[in-house]
DNA sequence: GTTTTTGAACTGACCAGTCAGTTTAAATGG
DNA sequence: CCATTTAAACTGACTGGTCAGTTCAAAAAC
């Protein structure tokens, strides 16, 4: 299972992924060249073919990757708690997810609201995984009779997920220095109306 | 000043303008081909050099050309209205901005958290430019005892600028049926706070 | 007669993807 | 143990195509 070879195979997959995430974030994906992508692995440009089908593949496992972790950072952290609790702990994951992950944060802001490309598909239903979550809680919290019956758990949920996305990445680009209790706190009063 | 000849140029401007805007917010920049923007343009290659000096060139015109437009429209919604009422104007008209030119608002919002492309210094100016109308009026309504003394200027209104862009183009993309009203009062009630 | 546009040809840089060859980890077997 | 074999993982030069940008003579618009 863990020997040498998956293991290595797996670190190189890892360097890869690392190095795209920055490129594209920073550049754009048709501006990012497979050269660059290989060279900031430290691998040589074969690799990247040996472990991915193409430079598209490569950028589609990333964004299944990435927000398959938040996805999970989002269950982990509504996992038991009360309605409205949850709502603010999504809150909290999102914005420590995207400190961690700041360049995957900024791909998906650039990505997530163009149309006709070629992995428009598999994102959107990404959106709607990750999205998904928050619903769920929200729909438990209208439920229970814990947030107002009248809301719209659709629209709420995906200005959720949005709001949080900006918010946090223009706090990290603009103003790095500011405290995350601050944004935290900012973006929890935002939202406490849910 | 109008004679028919600049007026063509002009015209022709508009459409080059229309044109690269559309593409470069569906592909982004690098995927857009001077090419593709002049057969959508309905004009020659050629044209596209003789009124522009380069692509990058057209595409930083068109940036202070559209937030131009937004700033403009900013300025005449908040024309001598109290600071509450300019705030929900504000909104208002960044909304039906963003209708208007979605897909400029769509390229704005792929290319605004970006770092390190050859126009960022330009685009970080712009934001700095509609958000500073933003600022002023917080700023107002702080200083005339309408907004909470202890506002962060500078993180509300860049924080209202980027939640308003977000929520408008999710709107446009995922749930274009949604009335625009609907839409203003979602954001307003988000943003009331202020 | 001047400005603007056309359209086609051309150049040179750049880049995604390929593939024949090399290195490396681990399995085999003595 | 150590030597040999195997195939997985990686390498990097190369290819074929694409595209930004240039040029220009001729036409159209004013």
Redesign the interface.
Same mark, same amino acid.
């Given at each position: 299972m863990a020997d040498g070879r998956t293991r290595r195979r797996e670190d190189t997959r890892q360097r890869l992924f690392e190095a795209a995430v920055e490129l594209i974030?920073?550049?754009?994906?048709?501006?990012t060249t497979v050269d660059d992508i290989a060279l900031r692995a430290g691998v040589a440009k074969g690799t990247v073919y040996y472990n991915f089908k193409s430079k598209t593949d490569l950028f589609e496992e990333l964004l299944r990757y990435g927000v398959g972790l938040l996805t999970a950072e989002f269950r982990a952290a509504v996992e038991g708690l009360p309605p409205r609790e949850a709502v603010a702990a999504l809150v909290r994951s999102q914005l420590e997810y995207i400190r961690r992950y700041r360049a995957f944060a900024?791909l998906l802001? *650039?990505?997530m609201?163009?149309?006709? +490309?070629e992995w428009q598909q598999t994102l959107i239903l990404l959106r709607e995984q990750a999205i998904g979550v928050i619903a769920e809680t929200l729909r438990d919290g209208v439920d229970s009779g814990d947030l107002p019956a009248d809301l719209d758990v659709?629209?709420a949920s995906?200005?959720l997920f949005?709001?949080g996305?900006?918010?946090a990445?223009?706090w990290l680009?603009?103003?790095p220095e500011?405290p995350i209790e601050?944004v935290q706190e *900012?973006l929890l009063?935002?939202?406490r +109306?849910f």
């Open positions: 974030a920073e550049q754009g994906f048709s501006a900024q802001l *650039s990505e609201w163009r149309t006709n +490309r659709r629209v995906s200005a949005g709001v996305l900006v918010v990445v223009d680009v603009f103003m500011r601050d *900012s009063a935002i939202v +109306r």
